[in-house]
C-alpha cells in the first residue's frame, strides 16, 4: 500500500514552473531513490512531503500529496503532525550546537506534555542504538555534537529525527559530505531502516541509488519522467531520456 | 618610469598611518584622565556625597544616579528591543511597512542626543507628568539606545545559521519553539554585547538627562523613580563649568570614574564576544 501519493502535483516558485504534472506512489517500508540532473526539481518534490516548501517566499503548489489517504494540503492538515510523522535528513549534517544528548531529546522537549528524565534516557539509548552509534557515543553523550566526526553528526541526525518517531524518512543527499567508506556505512543503516520506516532518498548518485534502492523515479525539468522498480529503470528504461541520464549521456 | 614597488610603499606608509592616527587620541584621552584623576580617587572620593559647593567630598550619589538611571533605561529598552528584533529578523515579510520601521530605527540611531532630551522633557515629564525624575529620565534613555539594541540583537539573531531553523521545523517544532530553543540561545551572546554597549552610552551621555532627571545637586540618595537624581556625566559639567574654584583633580577624578564605568562595561561586552566567537562551529 502507497505510504506517500502525488496527484497532477505543480509547484511554482514564483513565476518558475518546478514540478510539472507529477503523479507518483512511493511504498511502505521501500526505500525510493530520486535521481535526475541539478535543479530537476528532484530536492523540491522531497520537500514537499513534509511541507518545507512552506518556508520560501512565494512557493505555489496545486495538486494533490496524499499521506497515509490523508491530504497534506487539505484544509483539516496539521503541520506539526505531518512534520512528525514524515522527518528529514539533511545535505549537510546539522546537529544542533548542543550535547549529543540534547540533540536526540530535542524533539521530546519539544514535544512531551511533562519531561521525565527516564524517558529521556530511554529515548537515547533506543534512538543511538537504532543508528548503530550507541557503543561510541555512550560514553560521550555529554560532549558537544559538534565534535563527532561527519559521519557520526549524519548518524545522530538520523537518530534525532528518529527519536520523534516518524514513519517516513526523507533524505536529501545524505551522504554528499561523507567519503565512500561512511557513505557503504550509511547506506547499510537505510537498509535496516527500511524494516520500519518509509524512506526516500534523493541523489545525483546513480550507483547510489542503483545499489541501496528498491524504486527509482527519474526527474528531468520538473517532470517525473519515469517511474519503477530499480532493476528495471536501470536495466530496462522504457523512456529515451531516462536511458541516456543513466548511461552518462548527460547529468 | 612608474615604480610599482615604490608607490606601494607609499600607500602602505599613508594607510598605515591614517591608522596610527587613531590610536593616539584615545591613548591620549585615557593618559591624560588617568594622570590627573588618579590623584583623587580615594574611598572617601567614591562614597561621599559632595561637600563645600562640590568643591569638595565625594561624588557617591552621582555613582548611585548613573547605575540607576542605566538600569532604569535598560529595563526598558532590552525587552522591547529584542521583542521588535525577533519580529524583524524571524517573523517579518519584506513590505513597505517592515522597510519603513527598519528606516526608522536606523534614523532613531541617527537623533542628536539632546533632541532625545526635548522630547523626554516633552512626552515623559511634562505630558506624563513624571516630572524631572529617574522615571523620565531612565525612558529618555531607554528611547536612545533602543536602536543599538535592536540592531544588535538582529544582527545577533540572524547570524544563527538558517539550517538549524529548518532542521527544528523539520522535526516538528512551532516556529516560536523553534525560536525559543534554537535560535535565541544561540544569539544570547550577540543581543548581550549590543546590550552592554547600549548600557554605556547611556552612563556617558549629558543632553538627554540634562531636562529629564538631573539634579544640579542633591546631597542625598534619591527615594523613589520620582525623585531627581544626581548622574556623572551631568555632575562633570556642572563642576567643570557651573560651578568656579573646583579643584582640577576632581573634575578629572570624575572623568576617570565615568570613563572606568563605560570602559568596564564595553570589556564585559568584549569577552562575552571573545568567549562566544571561541566556542561557536559553525
Given amino acids: 500500500m502507497a505510504k506517500i501519493k502525488t496527484d497532477k502535483l505543480n509547484l511554482w516558485y514564483g513565476p518558475f514552473h518546478a514540478l510539472k504534472d507529477v503523479d507518483s506512489s512511493f511504498g511502505a517500508n521501500r526505500i525510493t531513490a530520486i535521481i535526475g540532473p541539478s535543479g530537476c526539481g528532484k530536492s523540491t518534490l522531497l520537500r514537499v512531503f513534509n511541507r518545507m516548501n512552506d518556508l520560501i517566499e512565494g512557493v505555489r503548489t496545486a495538486g494533490k500529496v496524499l499521506v497515509d489517504g490523508e491530504d497534506i ?8 503532525k505531518l512534520r512528525k510523522k514524515v522527518g528529514m535528513v539533511f545535505q549537510r ?47 560521550r553523550l555529554n560532549e558537544p555534537a559538534l565534535r563527532l566526526t561527519l559521519e557520526q553528526k549524519q548518524r545522530l541526525c538520523i537518530a534525532r529525527l528518529i527519536a520523534v518517531k516518524p514513519e517516513v524518512l526523507l533524505m536529501d543527499e545524505p551522504c554528499s559530505t561523507l567519503d565512500p567508506q561512511a557513505t557503504a556505512r550509511i ?18 548518485n546513480m550507483q547510489q541509488a542503483a545499489r541501496v534502492s528498491d524504486d527509482t523515479g527519474f526527474m528531468l525539468l520538473g517532470e517525473l519522467i519515469e517511474f519503477g522498480r530499480t532493476e528495471d529503470i536501470f536495466t530496462a528504461p522504457k523512456d529515451r531520456r531516462t536511458e541516456d541520464y543513466i548511461t552518462g549521456r548527460y547529468g | 618610469m612608474r615604480n610599482p614597488h615604490r608607490t606601494q610603499n607609499i600607500a602602505f606608509f599613508f594607510l598605515f598611518l591614517a591608522t596610527l592616527l587613531i590610536v593616539v587620541p584615545v591613548g591620549m584621552i585615557v593618559v591624560i584622565i588617568i594622570q590627573k584623576g588618579l590623584p583623587a580617587i580615594n574611598w572617601q572620593f ?134 525559543r530553543h534554537i535560535v535565541l540561545p544561540n544569539a544570547i551572546p550577540g543581543i548581550l554585547t549590543g546590550t552592554i554597549l547600549g548600557l554605556g552610552r547611556a552612563a556617558g551621555e549629558t543632553a538627554p538627562i540634562l531636562f529629564t532627571v538631573a539634579a544640579f545637586y542633591l546631597p542625598q540618595l ?51 564576544r571573545y568567549k562566544f566567537r571561541k566556542k561557536k562551529k559553525w
Fill in chain 1, 73 to 80: 494540503f487539505g484544509p483539516g492538515a496539521d503541520l506539526v
Fill in chain 1, 93 to 139: 549534517p546539522n546537529p544542533f550546537p548542543l550535547s549529543v544528548y540534547e540533540n536526540i531529546v530535542f524533539g521530546e522537549r519539544i514535544h512531551a506534555d511533562s519531561i521525565k528524565r527516564d524517558t529521556l534516557d530511554e529515548i537515547v539509548e533506543r534512538s543511538l542504538k537504532s543508528v548503530l552509534l550507541w557503543d561510541e557515543l555512550k560514553d
Fill in chain 1, 187 to 204: 547506506e547499510e543503516l537505510m537498509r535496516e531502516l527500511k524494516n520500519n520506516y518509509t524512506i526516500i532518498i534523493v541523489t545525483h
Fill in chain 2, 46 to 179: 567614591l562614597t561621599d556625597i559632595p561637600r563645600q559647593g562640590m568643591r569638595a567630598g565625594g561624588i557617591f550619589p552621582a555613582i548611585v544616579g548613573t547605575l540607576y538611571l542605566v538600569t532604569g533605561a535598560i529595563v526598558f529598552a532590552l525587552p522591547i528591543g529584542l521583542l521588535a528584533a525577533i519580529y524583524l529578523s524571524e517573523y517579518s515579510k519584506d513590505n513597505i511597512l517592515n522597510r519603513l520601521i527598519k528606516l526608522a530605527i536606523v534614523n532613531l540611531a541617527g537623533v542628536p542626543s539632546v533632541v532625545y532630551g526635548l522630547f523626554g522633557l516633552a512626552l515623559f515629564v511634562i505630558f506624563f507628568k513624571f516630572g524631572a525624575s529617574i522615571l523620565a529620565g531612565s525612558l529618555t534613555l531607554g528611547i536612545m539606545i533602543l536602536p543599538i539594541i535592536i540592531t544588535s540583537s538582529r544582527e545577533a539573531l540572524e547570524s544563527v545559521p538558517q539550517s538549524f531553523r529548518e532542521v527544528s521545523l523539520s522535526l516538528g517544532a512551532s516556529k516560536w519553539q523553534t525560536i
Fill in chain 2, 222 to 272: 534619591p527615594k523613589s523613580v520620582f525623585d531627581q537624581a544626581m548622574a556623572l556625566p551631568y555632575h562633570l559639567y556642572v563642576i567643570s563649568t557651573q560651578v568656579p574654584n573646583v579643584d582640577e583633580k576632581i573634575r578629572y577624578g570624575t572623568a576617570l570614574v565615568l570613563l572606568t564605568l563605560v570602559l568596564f562595561m564595553n570589556l564585559v561586552a568584549i569577552i562575552i
